[in-house]
């Protein structure tokens, strides 16, 4: 009963206008037009159970990342992934350490088992190192960091994540959330896949929700060592990646084409409304996913007003107040004339 329940970006406005929906951080773009395909294919033998370990996903994973595909475990999302890690490997009273504006699958997945969630101060909405370590306690067992962080849009660099690494205590899990990494164009970044290379205590999170367009299927993965994969395919649920999941993620990930058209789209766009924003005075947060974090002055200007103020246009975006940040709106980066619509609509506001 202490668990807040999770409440996903909304999809609906009173408004006379076409809805934008911007509350998710879906891709704008859709799925691959091969992975739509290859579910509907999948619609003929929905009678068969599927094989439940998703070798030839895995494989087709393992191919483009350049991995080695025993090492990989799909599940129903990466928050399916999430409660499995924890399920296995942390209990009643046990402590598990997120960054101060993580993801709140974490929390809710620790209580879930008994376990602590503890949170480790940011800096200037980015995850400080120092914090983390700082954080721990004899008690923690697991820590969870999105690189990139989801609402932040902040990353830590490979270097910092492989100095955090190595001053972690051996025992203690570090898990890798790199649901945005598809997105990141920066020269220091790594999704981590070499640390859970290296190390038998990493474990490195990926999703088909958001660059490959199949929030709607569920589908996530992970990488860790041969040990810790085991387990998991331990607790897991036999069959819990569908059979159109499994054949629409072959088609979306081995797409290459597809997903450059997306990073390319995004990385047009993300600094487009970033900047248009930041000309209206408003305070964007770099970000290296796919939407932006926004602050607003308050008062008349505040983040609830602009968000009441988009929704009578038919913008829906996501408000900030369940991850500590109620001065912020998160806007994901859409079609272009969704972003213009956006920067038109909050133009209108911060006027009026």
Not at 127 to 156: M, Q, R, V
Not at 191 to 217: P, Q, R
Not at 220 to 229: D, P
Not at 258 to 285: C, D, I, R
Request: proline share 4%; with cysteine.
């Amino acid at each position: 009963m202490q668990i807040t329940p999770y409440k996903q970006g909304g999809w609906k406005a009173k408004s006379t206008k076409k809805i934008i929906k911007l509350s998710s951080n879906e891709t704008s773009l859709g799925p691959s037009p091969k992975a739509v395909a290859a579910y509907l294919k999948a619609a003929k033998i929905l009678n068969r159970y599927n094989d439940g370990s998703s070798p030839e996903l895995r494989q087709a994973i393992a191919k483009v990342h350049g991995l080695n595909w025993g090492k990989i475990v799909c599940g129903a999302g990466s928050d399916e992934l999430i409660a499995l890690i924890i399920q296995a490997y942390a209990g009643v009273g046990d402590e598990i350490l997120y960054s101060e504006h993580g993801f709140l699958m974490y929390p809710i997945s620790a209580l879930k088992v008994g376990a602590v969630p503890v949170k480790a101060r940011e800096k200037n909405l980015r995850a400080d190192p120092k914090s983390i370590l700082e954080s721990i306690t004899e008690k923690t067992k697991i820590i969870f960091l999105a690189n990139p962080n989801n609402p932040t849009g902040s990353y830590l660099t490979a270097r910092e994540m492989q100095e955090l690494r190595a001053k972690i205590r051996a025992h203690i899990l570090l898990v890798i959330d790199s649901a945005y990494a598809e997105y990141v164009t920066a020269k220091d970044y790594s999704d981590g896949c070499e640390l859970a290379e290296k190390s038998e205590n990493t474990i490195v999170l990926h999703t088909f929700s958001k660059i490959y367009g199949l929030a709607g299927l569920r589908l996530g993965w992970s990488y860790s060592c041969a040990e810790i994969t085991d387990v998991l395919n331990r607790v897991r649920g036999p069959f819990n990646v569908s059979t159109p999941a499994q054949l629409a993620g072959i088609a979306a990930i081995s797409d290459k084409k597809f997903t450059s058209q997306a990073v390319a789209h995004n990385k047009k766009w993300l600094p487009w409304l970033s900047g248009k924003l930041e000309n209206l005075g408003l305070k964007v947060y770099p970000s290296a996913a796919n939407f932006i974090l926004v602050e607003f002055p308050g008062g008349k200007k505040s983040a609830q007003a602009a968000d009441e103020y988009l929704k009578k246009h038919g913008i829906i975006v996501r408000r900030m107040e369940a991850y500590s940040l109620p001065k912020c709106l998160r806007i994901t980066i859409g079609l272009a004339t969704e972003n213009q619509a956006v920067f038109a609509a909050l133009t209108e506001f911060m006027q009026s």
